[in-house]
C-alpha cells in the first residue's frame, strides 16, 4: 500500500471509503429511526412507552459494551470479513425486528443488529485510516464518520417517512436491505486487508493500560457530555423560541444535521494539515462559545437556527480527529479496539448526557444545560491542551501533536 492508497490497478482509497461511509450510514439510521418508530411499535407489540424505549437503549448499550470486546476477539481476522459480517449481524438483526410479533423477540434482535453496529463501524474507521495512508488519515476517518451525520439528515426521516405510509415494519426492512447491500458490495471492492497478524492477544489489550490512550477518552467523555446536553433536550432549551412547534424543532434538527456533516469532512482536512489535537482543541472552545452565546438568544428563533448550525459544525468537528489522536496511540493490531473504545466512550457520554440533563431540568430547568454543556466543552479543551503539554514535558513520542503516526502505530 502506498501513501496515497492506491495500489496499481486497484481502485483509489476514495471510492472503498464511500462504501464505508455508506455502511456507518446505515448504522446511523437504524439508531435513529427506531425513536421515530416507537408509537407505532408501541401499538403493534401492545407494550408500554418505558417498554417500547427501551428498544432504544439496548441498541445503544450493546454497542458501547461490546465493540470493544468484539473488535479485540476479531482482531485476527482479515478487515473485509470484520466489516461483512458486522453489516451482515445489522442486516439479520433489522430482519428480525421487522418479522417479530413477540416483545422478547424483538428486544433481541436490536442486540443482534446492536453487536453488528459496533464491529461494523471501529473496523470502517481503521480500515479507512489503512487505505488512504498516513497523509489522508484524516479526510478518511471523516468520509466515514460522516456517514452518521448523513444518517441524521437522510436516513431518519426517510424512514419515519415509510413508516408512516407502509408501517414501521417496511421501514425496518429498508434498512436490512440496505445493510445486505454494503455486504454484498464490500465483498466485492474490498482487498482481503490483513492488520498487524502476528501481534499477540496480550498486545492488542495493551491500549486498556495506555495512559495516552486513556487520557483521550476522557477528552472524548468530557466533549460527549457536553455536545449531546442541549442537542438531547432541545426542545427545552429553546423552547421559548419553538412556542410548541414541532415544525420548527425538525427545523433545528435538519439544520444541525447538514452543519454536523459539513464540520466533519472540514475537521478530517484541517486534522490531516495542522494536526488533530489543535482541531479538538479549536473545536471544543467553538462548542463552548456557541452555547454561552445561545443563552442570551434562545427566545429569537432565526437566531437560534443560526447558533444551532454553528453548534452543528463544532459539534462534530470533534469525533473525526479524535479518532486520529487515538489511531496514533494503537499498537500492533490494536487499531480496531481503540477506534471502538473511542466510539463506545462517545456513547457513554451520550448516555451521561440524558442522565445529568433530567437531573437539571428536575432541579433548575433548562436553561442551567447551556452554560453546564459549555463547561464540559470547555474542561475537555483544557485537558487537551494540558495533558497533551504533561507529555511532551515527560518526554513521550505525542503523535497527535502534529497528527503524524507514531511508532507503534500500524
Known amino acids: 500500500m502506498t501513501e496515497t492508497g492506491k495500489t496499481s490497478g486497484e481502485l483509489p482509497w476514495r471510492a ?70 458486522g453489516v451482515a449481524l445489522l442486516a439479520v438483526g433489522n430482519a428480525v425486528t421487522a418479522s417479530a410479533h413477540v416483545y ?51 436516513g431518519a426521516p426517510l424512514g419515519t417517512l415509510i413508516g408512516g405510509a407502509w408501517g414501521w415494519q417496511k421501514a425496518i426492512w429498508f434498512v436490512a436491505v440496505v445493510a445486505a447491500v454494503v455486504a ?26 495506555d495512559w495516552r490512550v486513556l487520557r483521550i477518552l476522557i477528552v472524548t467523555l468530557l466533549a460527549f457530555i457536553g455536545i449531546f446536553l442541549p442537542f438531547t433536550y432541545m426542545s427545552a432549551v429553546f423552547a421559548p423560541a419553538l412556542h410548541g412547534h414541532e415544525s420548527g424543532l425538525a427545523l433545528l434538527l435538519l439544520v444541525f444535521g447538514i452543519a454536523a456533516t459539513a464540520g466533519n469532512l472540514t475537521a478530517g482536512s484541517l486534522a490531516d494539515r495542522y494536526g488533530p489535537r489543535r482541531v479538538v482543541i479549536g473545536a471544543t472552545l467553538g462548542v463552548a462559545a456557541v452555547f454561552l452565546i ?60 440524558s442522565v445529568i440533563g433530567a ?6 430547568g433548562s436553561a442551567v444545560l447551556l452554560p453546564v454543556a459549555a463547561g464540559f466543552a470547555a ?7 494540558w495533558l497533551s503539554r504533561a507529555g511532551r514535558e515527560g518526554g513521550e513520542q505525542a503523535a497527535d501533536e502534529t497528527g503524524m503516526v507514531a511508532t507503534t502505530a500500524k
Open 16 to 85: 472503498r471509503t464511500a462504501v464505508l461511509t455508506l455502511g456507518t450510514f446505515v448504522v446511523g439510521t437504524d439508531g435513529f429511526i427506531i425513536v421515530g418508530l416507537l408509537p407505532k411499535i408501541q401499538q403493534t407489540l401492545h407494550v408500554s412507552t418505558a417498554a417500547a424505549g427501551q428498544l432504544v437503549s439496548v441498541f445503544a448499550f450493546s454497542y458501547a459494551l461490546l465493540g470493544p470486546i468484539l473488535a479485540t476477539l476479531t482482531g485476527l481476522w482479515p478487515r473485509r470479513r470484520v466489516l461483512v459480517t
Open 104 to 154: 422478547g423477540l424483538v428486544l433481541a434482535s436490536r442486540v443482534l443488529a446492536g453487536c453488528g453496529a459496533a464491529l461494523f463501524v471501529a473496523s470502517a474507521v481503521a480500515t479507512a485510516a489503512h487505505l488512504a495512508g498516513d497523509q489522508q488519515r484524516g479526510r478518511a476517518i471523516s468520509m466515514v464518520t460522516a456517514g452518521a451525520t448523513l444518517s441524521l439528515v437522510l
Open 184 to 209: 454484498i458490495v464490500l465483498t466485492v471492492l474490498l482487498p482481503p486487508i490483513k492488520l498487524d497478524q502476528k501481534a499477540t492477544l496480550r498486545q492488542r489489550i495493551t491500549p486498556l493500560t
Open 294 to 353: 445561545m443563552l442570551p438568544i434562545r427566545d429569537v428563533f432565526v437566531l437560534v437556527v443560526i447558533a444551532e448550525a454553528l453548534s452543528g459544525v463544532v459539534s462534530y468537528s470533534v469525533i473525526g480527529p479524535q479518532q486520529h489522536r487515538i489511531i496514533a496511540y494503537a499498537p500492533p493490531g490494536g487499531t480496531s479496539l481503540v477506534t471502538s473504545l473511542n466510539t463506545s466512550t462517545g456513547y457513554l457520554g451520550q448516555f451521561l448526557s
Open 359 to 364: 437531573g437539571l431540568l428536575t432541579a433548575t
Open 379 to 385: 474542561l475537555a479543551a483544557l485537558l487537551t491542551w
